[in-house]
């Protein structure tokens, strides 16, 4: 069986979230998602509007995420990959190059996001609503 991680924070769930999920669960057999836990949000100076325990039920909900684990901290992965016996690692390409010291470890993927879509811009378009 074929492992696949990912990380986020994954905060008003979108069809571009569930692009980047979908295409690394077709990567493989098995998709763990590590989702940013509300205490690690806020060192990273990050709030979010669901807390970690609601993401976790959407990330959940979704067919393509077979577990979801809690990123704690950014020193984790290489736990997390001998952990879960992972075999591909993926995030967005705007993470590019940052997480080439698992490559010791796993296949290091950086796909390209959903270009039209984000939480960041989702907000800010909220925010000029008003």
Known sequence: MKKVL??????LLHYGHINILQRAKAMGDY?????STDEFNA???????????????????L??????????????????VKEFRIDTFVMGNDWEGKFDFLKD?????????????STTQIKKDIANRK
Do not use: H
């Not at 990912?6 to 905060?11: E, K, L, N, R, S």
């Open 105 to 117: 470890y796993c296949e290091v993927v950086y796909l390209p996001r959903t270009p039209e879509i």
């Open 6 to 11: 990912t990380y986020g924070t994954f905060d």
């Open 31 to 35: 998709l763990v998602v590590g989702l």
């Open 63 to 80: 067919r393509c995420v077979d577990l979801v684990i809690p990123e704690n901290c950014w020193e984790q992965k290489v736990e997390d």
């Open 43 to 61: 060192l990273k100076g990050k709030m979010c509007y669901f807390s970690y325990e609601e993401r976790k039920k959407m990330l959940e909900a």
